[in-house]
């Protein structure tokens, strides 16, 4: 059976909301997301540098939330949520899949680092200030992309979604959704309106 070695409120909802959406069956080994566990020696032998999500498939044990959707599409997909490399959206899909983290989650980091990680005395205004800047304009274009399909690069839910969708949703709780996203915020609708997604962002 799958175990997947989970945090809150953190990428790790990206996965645990893949399993639950190919209603794949999993064992959930939650995890605090604090040094005191996440730096523990048992979970540092599962990622070296004491981080989440790891998800262990039998004899694999492989961590990177991105390198973990891929495995589990890869694997276990159902519905065709990764679209074939013939298919005129393969380009599409690589590119928005691969746009989360190049472009989305950098500022978002820096934004967590400022609010929360540091102690205030360490915090700069400044940088916050410029970091959410950043991400509200590293989403716009992704508005534009939604004013064409229901879910991010088609009619239906693709891997895509897993990754640049959960960011959309974390920069939403960070203020940087700015209400002329009119597109973003109708997505983020629908994506509450999942039974899969709901699980994984409140567990």
């Known amino acids: 059976m799958i175990t997947l070695h989970f945090s809150s409120n953190s990428r790790s909802q990206r996965v645990l909301w893949l399993l639950e959406e190919l209603e794949l069956p999993y064992k959930l080994n939650k995890i605090k997301f604090h040094p005191s566990e ?11 540098l004491g981080r989440v999500p790891v998800l262990e498939d039998k004899d694999v ?39 989360c983290e190049g472009m989305v989650m950098p500022p978002m980091n820096t934004i967590v680092v400022h609010t929360l990680i540091l102690p205030p005395e360490r915090r700069n205004p400044e ?4 970091a959410k800047n950043l991400l509200t304009k590293s989403i716009l274009p992704v508005d534009g992309l939604l004013s064409k399909n ?16 959960h960011s959309l949703f974390m920069a939403n709780n960070l203020d940087c959704v700015s209400d002329d996203m009119k597109n973003i915020l109708r997505y983020l609708e629908l994506l509450n309106s999942l039974k899969s997604f709901n699980k994984a962002v409140n567990t």
């Open 38 to 48: 996440l730096k523990s020696e048992e979970h540092r032998k599962r990622h070296p």
């Open 61 to 99: 044990t492989i961590f990177e939330s991105g390198a973990i959707i891929e495995y589990i599409i890869a694997k276990y997909d159902r519905k065709g949520l990764k679209p074939s490399v013939d298919s005129d959206i393969f380009p599409a899909y690589l590119q928005w899949y691969h746009y």
């Open 127 to 130: 940088i916050l200030r410029q």
């Open 150 to 165: 229901k879910f991010l690069i088609k009619d239906s839910i693709s891997g895509v979604d897993f990754m640049l969708g």
